[in-house]
T-cell receptor
Framework: QKEVEQNSGPLSVPEGAIASLNCTYS??????FFWYRQYSGKSPELIMF??SNGDKEDGRFTAQLNKASQYVSLLIRDSQPSDSATYLC?????????????WGAGTKLIIKP | IAGITQAPTSQILAAGRRMTLRCTQD?????MYWYRQDLGLGLRLIHY???????GKGEVPDGYSVSRANTDDFPLTLASAVPSQTSVYFC???????????FGQGTRLTVV
């Protein structure tokens, strides 16, 4: 069974600080990694994707991938109250003869003003 | 239509009734998915389709069926609803095996 694991939280971070969200995965063959944000009562929306080891930056968001250690993280700089949401990690794995997205259960992030 | 659309947005359904949740996308994506999301359990895959004419079972397929007659539409049917099928249902699509998934707005289903 291929798995993606996240700390469920809640993770509480002061406004303006850096929020660090982590995700580990079991399939060493995974090639693509995604971070989604989900506000309460809404559908998940893509924040970032990363395919290669290292860092990828987009505005206040940085995704970090370490395939050797099988983890991917998301850093949010200058956290804002509007960043309060559940963050879902998703990893593509090859299973049952096709590529499937395997989802973590999500980390609830709370930004305190 | 822009992106992926689900209908209805919410529904209260009597146990034992049949119900079809609709999902339509206009992005010409090959792959489509149905998930259910319950508090604390994250997204669980019900059924998927990698291309028109093919479907597959996900993690929690029992009590659900799907069809994929064309690229755009991927309806999910509950043949005889039970209270444990109370959940939020999301339809999603993606273009290829390593691309991101796009989600519909979700259907909140309550079976009483």
């Amino acid at each position: 069974q291929k798995e993606v694991e996240q700390n469920s939280g809640p993770l509480s971070v002061p406004e303006g600080a850096i929020a660090s969200l982590n995700c580990t995965y079991s399939d060493r063959g995974s090639q693509s990694f995604f971070w989604y944000r989900q506000y309460s009562g809404k559908s998940p929306e893509l924040i970032m994707f990363i395919y290669s080891n290292g860092d990828k930056e987009d505005g206040r968001f940085t995704a970090q991938l370490n395939k050797a250690s099988q983890y991917v993280s998301l850093l949010i700089r200058d956290s804002q109250p509007s960043d309060s949401a559940t963050y879902l990690c998703a990893v593509t794995s090859f299973m049952d003869s096709n590529y499937q997205l395997i989802w973590g259960a999500g980390t609830k992030l709370i930004i305190k003003p | 239509i822009a992106g992926i659309t689900q209908a209805p947005t919410s529904q209260i359904l009597a146990a034992g009734r049949r119900m079809t949740l609709r999902c339509t996308q206009d992005m010409r994506h090959n792959a489509m998915y149905w998930y259910r999301q319950d508090l604390g359990l994250g997204l669980r895959l019900i059924h998927y389709s990698n291309t028109a004419g093919t479907t597959g079972k996900g993690e929690v397929p029992d009590g659900y069926s799907v069809s994929r007659a064309n690229t755009d539409d991927f309806p999910l049917t509950l043949a005889s609803a039970v209270p444990s099928q109370t959940s939020v249902y999301f339809c999603a699509s993606r273009a290829g095996p390593n691309t991101e998934a796009f989600f519909g707005q979700g259907t909140r289903l309550t079976v009483v």
